[in-house]
Each structure stands twice: as structure tokens, then as C-alpha cells.
């Protein structure tokens, strides 16, 4: 055992010790993620130089890929952590067009540590603060601190655990008095061996059932940004998430939670956070011809640390390769254990006419943007020229699906969509996309009952595949089975804490519980999607916040005016008693769905609910109808719901609820 020593930097109320990763503020912590704290390292130790961009991205970001606008995002960031210094003045100056100069006076010292023979930190808390000689010297760099006889705090029992918060607290309250090295010998052997048999005895009681690791592959950066081949960023990205979703000790997250971060400066540590996963890929690519380089990297959201990282070479059109070596490398570094059924369905995809992955891709990229006619034109092209890939299929059903239910297209989008989705499993009966998207069309045409068989078999493919049982939980709601609905939407949440963001439904079963502040929590904090504001609305209604719902429904309406979104502007048109509009947007509707066959029959029932609430009790009672005939028979929610109240005296009613009840009661006794 000896003693080392380690640096640390001071300018104005600010502590900075690199070895600690650790900045202080009169004493006080300051939150700092590894990134911007390695700059302002790299900064500090150059004070008073102009340093360029490209010196720092080589000194900070030279394992990694970074654009200059996440420089600039860091530097930003560092001057909003540390404030102005005293005048108004920057800590960094801006030198336009040539790079960034840290003006402040920076004072260097060093504390002594204690290390073990073997080189390993023995106690990591500072010792006394030691005597600075001269200020940092501009010119060089240097600093002449001189080191006084050392001055070594009492010895406290820490944990390792406990390691870097007992860091921050001694360097808040520095105690002064000389403490003999053996003794703290003695702690830190006693320390080492309750580390080691504690880490021995966790692993033992924990390695049969290691948890659950998280990742989100995030759209590839075009380094040369044009409209021609910029599809490719998002729908590789999808390729590669969809080859990962049939691994069970891995949550992946869907692409539609990674979509907005479409050519966007990615920080690593606020988009892991964001998306809630321990591990980041990142990926650009350029082309240049025939020829097209894919660089990837694999990031460790806790230590900022690249674990793994490669580069794909290839023709352009052997596109198809991609998605393999990206899944390859992510299992090779997160060390993933695949069960044998898990080997075989990850094993490279049958060889498909190159033309037609593009055409496919270029679908999946319009599917994410919400284009579906045009999804819908890329896909169906796919199929001419190759008829045989599994997943072309799988999206052209959702495409279709997605346009008859949000967009008007017709109940004969309905049938195409079922006709795709049937395609994609007989070429692949196990593929887990066409087995989620055939069950919500089941779901969404009334046919619940034959939805449940096909999640439940995609969860026997991968139990821990947080969209199926989000799925799962959206069927349940149809036939009433709320509890069993929440436990299932709840799992999914258990697994990816962002599938009610990234899936396309709400937790309604709350609403349906009269849980209303469960639902209102429940929701995605967002303001640009349609679809949610009109369930906040629609939260707030129930709540009796009439001012709320209006202004929800409003915003949603003027967002998008889908079904939902209409339906929502009838309820405010109640809320100002303007009944004779609301009541014209609903007829409209209703004749939409009458004349198309489309609309879910849960939307179906918000229509009914704005009759009741406008006043039109036949016209109610008639949607009503339509919607319990059509699959959705919650009965449940129906016997509860204070939407429907002014309809419970009708005689038609009372039937209606008979008819929702028998159907309920045999689906229950068939699955549960």
C-alpha cells in the first residue's frame, strides 16, 4: 500500500476532480453527465487557449462518430451548468469559426490517495486541502503547486458500493487530523473481502435469472443528407430492431418510439433516459454510387462507454446484410444467452430481389411517417417484383390497416390488410409482427375472440415482448376483462416503461375503471399527437373539467382531424351548448363509417357517448348498437359508464346491455 496523488482544478465557486468524475459548487455537487464533463476536463486543463473543434472532438469524442451540432449542444450545455462569473462574463468564450477558450483563472492541486499494492484505490475520499503554489500559467499550461507534509482524514467504514456519495460528502466537510495508514489498511482489507464475498453471493442467488437487458437502435445519420436515400436511416433501423424482437432477454424498443429522433444530434446519455434502455446503438451511413458504408456503434448508457462498434462495407445491393451483422455484433457484446428456437429464427433472411428490399424499405420508412397510400404504393411494388419475403407482406397489412381505421379508406382496405397479414404467415408462421398486426385487425372488425389465441402464441414466442402484451391488454378491454386488461398493460409497461408513448393506444382501462387521475397520469406527456390530446380531453370530461376538455379537444382537432379527433370537437361543442354543430360532425361520421364499413367499433362507442351528451338519445342508443355489434362489448365499463346515464331508463337500452353481457360472460368462460 502507498500513496498517490490526484488532481483537481478550481475557478471561481467551482471544484472539478477529473479522477472522481466529480464538480462541486461551494462544496455542493453538481449533476454533470459524463460527456459534458469530460469537455469541460479538456477545457479547464487548456485554460487561456483558443482550442479548434477538431481538438476537441479528437480529444473528447475520438472512439466515436459526433456531429459538430453536438459540440455546440455540450457547450451549451456547460455554460447553463456554470452559470456567469462575476461581471456577466462567460466561463467560455465562442471564437467564431475557429473553436472555444476557457477565460477563467484556474488554480491546479493535488490530494494524496491510498492505493494497494497492486495499484487499486484503497480509500477514494480527499485528503486535506494542500497549499497551491502559483496560479495556473496561461502560456503553458502549467501548474507549480507545491505539496505540503500530508494531512490525512480519520478513516470511515464505506461500502463500495457507497463509494463515490462518500466522495461528495468529504469533500463537503474536510476533517483535519492526522490518522495512522495502518489502521485504514486494516478498513480497506476488511472492505475488500465483505466487496468480494458480497459480489460472489449476489451472483450466486442471481444467475439463473440475469436481468433483463434494454436497447434502442436508433435511425442511421445519412452523411450526406438528400431526399434520395434518406429512407434508409429509419427503416435499417427498423430492420435491425425487428430481427432483435425475437430475443426474450433483451427489450428492444419499436420504432415507433425511436422515430423522432430521424436526423436529429444525438446525446447519447438524454436519449438513453429518454428512452429508458441501459444501451444505445448508433449507426451512419454514406453512399457513394454503388457503393455504401454503414459505422456503428454500441453505447453503454451508465458509463458513456462504447462497447462495441463496426463497419459494414457492401455493394448496394446487398442491403439486405445489414440488419444481420448489426444483430450479430449486439449479441456478441451484450453477451446475450438465445434459447435454440430464438438461434434459428435470427439466422440471416432467404434471399430477396434487391430492387424489391428497397421498395420495402422505402415502404417501412413511409409506414413510419404516416403516408400510408404511399406505404402502400412502395409495398405492393415490393410484392411484384418479389412476392416471397414474409415482412413486405406483414407491412402492407399494416399499411392498409392503418388507412382504413384512421383515414376513411374503406372496408375493402380491411380485407386487404387480412389477406397481407394471412400472406406473411404462411410464409413465416412465427413472424411476430404479422401475428400483432392480424390480431388488431381481428380486434378493431369485432372479432376479439380469435385475436387472443394468435398474442398468446406470439408471447410463447417471446414472453417478454412488451408490445404483445400491450396488445394483449387492448383485447381484453373489448370483452371487459378490465383487471385482467390492466395486468397486461401494466406488464408491458414492466417491461418497456415507454410502450404507452410508442404504441398506438392509451391505457383506456382505467378510464373504463373510473380510475380517472390513473388514466390522466397514465398518459404520454406530449402535445402533437391528436390521438392523445383527445383522450386528455376526454379524462378531463369525465372529471367534469369542462374548460379543460374543450381546449383538449379543440387542440386535438386542430392537430388532426381524424375520428377521434372530431368526435372530441362534438364533445366541446356540448360542453358550449352548441349542440346543433356537434350534432352535425357526428352524423357525419356516422356516415363515413356506415357508407365505408370502417372504424373501430371502440371509436364507434365515442360517438355514441357524444349523441348521449349532446342530447340524441336514438341516435345514441343506434351507434350503441353498431358498436357492441361490432366486437366491442365491455360490459363492465357499460354498466359503469356516467356517459351513458341518460340512456338507462330506455327499454332498448336494457337490451343492448343483455346482448353485451352474454358475449362477455362466453368470452370469459373461453379464456379465462
Known amino acids: 500500500m502507498g500513496l498517490n496523488t490526484k488532481c483537481f482544478y478550481e475557478f471561481g465557486p467551482f471544484r472539478l476532480e ?33 482550442v479548434s473543434k477538431d481538438q476537441i472532438m479528437q480529444a473528447v469524442w475520438r472512439d466515436s462518430f459526433v456531429e459538430e451540432a453536438n459540440l455546440t449542444v455540450w457547450i451549451s450545455v456547460l455554460r447553463r451548468t456554470l452559470g456567469d462569473r462575476e461581471g456577466g462574463l462567460q466561463y467560455i468564450e465562442t471564437v ?33 486541502e494542500l497549499h497551491f503554489g502559483a496560479d495556473r500559467d496561461s502560456n503553458t499550461g502549467v ?54 464475498f458480497t459480489f460472489f453471493a449476489k451472483r450466486a442467488t442471481t444467475h439463473n435469472a440475469p436481468p433483463l437487458r434494454t436497447l434502442a437502435v436508433l435511425p442511421f445519420q445519412n452523411l450526406q443528407p438528400n431526399a434520395r436515400e434518406d429512407f434508409l436511416g429509419y427503416s435499417l433501423a427498423d430492420a435491425v430492431i425487428m430481427k432483435m424482437g425475437y430475443i426474450s432477454s433483451l427489450s428492444v424498443r419499436p420504432s415507433t418510439a425511436i422515430e423522432k429522433y430521424r436526423n436529429q444530434p444525438i446525446d447519447a446519455a438524454k436519449v438513453a433516459a429518454e428512452l429508458n434502455v441501459d444501451t444505445l446503438l448508433t449507426a451512419n451511413f454514406i453512399r457513394e ?32 446484410r445489414v440488419q444481420d451483422s448489426v444483430a450479430q455484433e449486439i449479441i456478441s457484446v451484450l453477451e446475450l444467452n438465445l434459447t435454440p428456437s430464438e438461434a434459428e429464427r435470427i439466422k440471416p433472411d432467404r434471399p430477396i430481389d434487391p430492387l424489391a428490399y428497397e421498395y420495402y424499405l422505402r415502404g417501412v420508412d413511409l409506414y413510419g411517417r404516416h403516408d400510408f397510400p404511399m406505404a402502400i404504393q412502395m409495398l405492393q411494388k415490393s410484392t411484384e417484383i418479389d412476392s416471397n419475403y414474409a415482412l413486405t407482406w406483414a407491412y402492407l397489412g399494416a399499411s392498409y390497416n392503418s388507412a382504413a381505421a384512421f383515414q376513411f379508406g374503406g372496408v375493402e382496405q380491411y380485407h386487404k390488410a387480412r389477406a397481407a397479414y394471412e400472406k406473411a404467415l404462411a410464409l413465416q408462421p412465427d413472424q411476430l409482427e404479422a ?35 400491450w396488445e394483449l391488454g387492448y383485447a381484453y378491454r373489448f370483452a371487459g376483462m378490465l383487471q385482467e386488461s390492466v395486468a397486461e398493460c401494466e406488464k408491458a409497461r414492466q417491461i418497456d416503461p415507454l410502450v404507452k408513448r410508442s404504441n398506438g393506444s392509451v391505457l383506456n382501462t382505467y378510464l373504463y375503471l373510473g380510475e380517472y387521475d390513473k388514466f390522466l397520469a397514465s398518459l404520454p406527456d406530449v402535445n402533437d399527437s391528436a390521438f392523445v390530446v383527445f383522450y386528455r380531453g376526454l379524462g378531463e370530461y369525465y372529471k367534469k373539467n369542462w374548460d379543460l376538455a374543450a381546449r383538449d379537444f379543440d387542440h386535438a382537432d386542430a392537430l388532426d382531424p381524424t375520428l377521434y379527433a372530431q368526435t372530441g370537437k362534438a364533445f366541446s361543442f356540448a360542453i358550449a351548448q352548441r349542440n346543433s354543430e356537434g350534432l352535425e360532425i357526428l352524423r357525419n361520421l356516422e356516415g363515413k363509417i356506415q357508407q365505408r364499413g370502417v372504424g373501430d367499433p371502440e371509436a364507434t362507442y365515442k360517438i355514441a357517448q357524444a349523441y348521449a351528451a349532446l342530447g340524441d338519445k336514438d341516435s345514441a342508443l343506434r351507434v350503441l348498437r353498431y358498436s357492441i355489434e361490432n366486437g366491442f362489448f365491455s360490459y363492465p365499463y357499460f354498466t359503469s359508464d356516467p356517459l351513458l346515464d341518460s340512456l338507462r331508463n330506455e327499454a332498448e337500452f336494457q337490451q343492448l346491455m343483455t346482448m353485451a353481457q352474454k358475449r362477455h360472460d362466453a368470452f370469459r368462460t373461453a379464456f379465462f
Not at 459548487?25 to 485554460?47: G, I, T, W
Not at 454500441?298 to 463496426?310: N, T
Not at 380486434?443 to 414466442?461: C, F, M, N, S, Y
Open 18 to 50: 477529473p479522477g472522481e468524475h466529480l464538480l462541486l459548487r461551494s462544496d455542493h455537487p453538481v449533476s454533470l453527465a459524463p460527456k459534458p464533463f469530460d469537455l469541460l476536463v479538456f477545457l479547464v486543463q487548456n485554460q487561456g487557449r483558443l
Open 96 to 128: 467564431p469559426k475557429r473553436g472555444y477558450r476557457f477565460t477563467a483563472q484556474v488554480r491546479e492541486g493535488t490530494t494524496p490517495e491510498l492505493v494497494t499494492a497492486q495499484g487499486d484505490t484503497a480509500i477514494a475520499a480527499p485528503l486535506q
Open 143 to 196: 501548474a507549480a503547486a507545491v505539496l505540503p507534509e500530508a494531512k490525512l482524514e480519520p478513516v470511515r467504514e464505506i461500502s463500495p458500493a457507497s463509494r463515490s456519495a462518500a466522495a461528495q460528502a468529504a469533500a463537503a466537510e474536510r476533517w483535519q487530523t492526522r490518522s495512522a495508514i495502518p489502521a485504514a489498511a486494516v478498513v480497506v482489507c476488511l472492505l475488500a473481502l465483505f466487496g468480494y
Open 289 to 320: 454510387g454503388d457503393n455504401l458504408r454503414i459505422t456503428y456503434q454500441l453505447i453503454d448508457a451508465k458509463s458513456d462507454r462504447i462497447v462495441g462498434k463496426g463497419t459494414v462495407d457492401l455493394k448496394y445491393d446487398k442491403l439486405l
Open 435 to 469: 401475428h400483432m398486426f392480424l390480431a388488431n385487425l381481428l380486434i378493431d372488425t369485432g372479432k376479439v375472440e380469435q385475436a387472443v389465441p394468435l398474442l398468446r402464441d406470439a408471447l410463447k414466442t417471446n414472453p417478454n415482448h412488451a408490445a404483445v402484451h
